[in-house]
């Protein structure tokens, strides 16, 4: 088995011919040697090479700017215009990469000077615009500021850590392509992000050109290839790195191969993109997804902070296009191990037509520790959740085991015991109730025999209704 991603091409080309039923692209030589002499993430859509009106375009995709937004813009990129701010080239253009820039927008501390001087090789700071101007600037203990500024925790190996905690690397049919579930794939196209997330899972891989993982168009093609030879894959996630950092033609390029293997039934997308580069989701994107239906997309939501108004314009734009949405949170220590945080995080994700999917234990990568919380810190929230609000808003809990064991699911232990043929259950409020179980053997050696006196009630002695809240 490769342990590394094969580095032939720099990235999958912008300039592509593409095929969907009438869909016919084909982009001029010329056009493909200027992309090719631009950073890959920056190269113009097509519609800029069509003679669309320009005017016309910038008024369709523009986006809407929160008056924090555009008190941040004037303040410290007092050149860039409102369209220039609304352009998602711009906003990774102008990420906040250095300590210069960073510590003229904010007050870092010591420990976050340290940290950011001592930093090489993957997972570099990366912070757009948009992002920052989440950031409280003089306090490092804010939630969305602490995920994105390293501090020294990053240095210190715990037991446990590992580089690749999930052995993605072992699982990895081919360079870029885990297929450890019997029916799906991960597949992996990029190495870039538009802000990097210091507790990432594939801190190994991302934000460092030139290092030992690369993406290419060759690899692309093996991993394709991999998916046609194998029928029982019928589910395929996009990730990285994130994917929506493509440029439109080359990301419709791989969709368009995709939803040609007829054993393919639907495809996702797993991003940050729409909230921390939310203009990247333009009109021009959302009409491209929609021709690859069924299309789902996971979203990487930390904090109730992430719900800007630009967040929310693009998961509307991206429901209106008919993509379900999911979110992913990782549970994290001091950010949002919060009961009340996280239901107003779960809240306000269904008030943007994206429902709560996976809450994780954060993974045991390498410089983690500061942000693990114990396990019974997401089983808490989880109890806080479950019949408090709807069942839409309460996310499944939890642990990619480490070494590749898959996600494994956490919940509370509503089983009190048994008593002959009853089962004894508790609900959120701690009331007890019999449910008759004939010969069932949940339960057998938990009885508590002072608490099942209490224990009267029978499920589904209510009004008969078969709907749950």
Sequence with gaps: ?????????????????????????????????????????????????????????????RFPISPRSQLFRKRFFPAASAADWSDWRWQIRNRVKDLATLSRIINLSADEESAIRRHTGSLPVGITPHYLSLFDRDDPSHPIRRTHIPVGGEYVRSPGEADDPLGEDHDAAVPGLVHRYPDRVLFLTTGFCSTYCRYCTRSRMVGEAGGEYSFSMPQWERAIAYIEAHPEIRDVLLSGGDPLTLADEKLEWLLARLRAIKHVEFLRIGTKVPVVVPQRVTRSLVTMLRRYHPLWMSIHFTHPDDLTPETKEACARLADAGIPLGSQTVLLKGINDDAVVMKKLMHGLLMSRVKPYYLYQCDPITGSEHFRTPVEKGLEIIRALRGHTTGYAVPTYVIDAPGGGGKIPLIPDYVVGREGD????????????????????????????????????????????????
């Design 422 to 469: 009853d089962l004894l259950l508790t609900n959120f409020e701690n009331g007890l109730y019999r449910y008759r179980d004939p010969g069932g053997q949940v339960g057998l050696g938990k009885a508590d025999p002072a608490a099942s006196q209490d224990a009267g009630k029978s499920v589904g002695e209510g009004d008969g209704s078969c709907a749950s809240a």
């Design 1 to 61: 088995m490769e342990n590394r991603f094969a580095a032939e091409d720099a990235e999958p080309p912008s300039s592509v011919i593409a095929k969907q039923g009438s869909l016919s692209i084909a982009i001029s030589e010329k056009i493909e040697d200027q992309l090719a002499a631009k950073p890959p993430f920056f190269a113009p859509t097509l519609k800029q090479h069509t003679g669309q009106n320009p005017g016309q375009r910038t008024a369709r995709e």
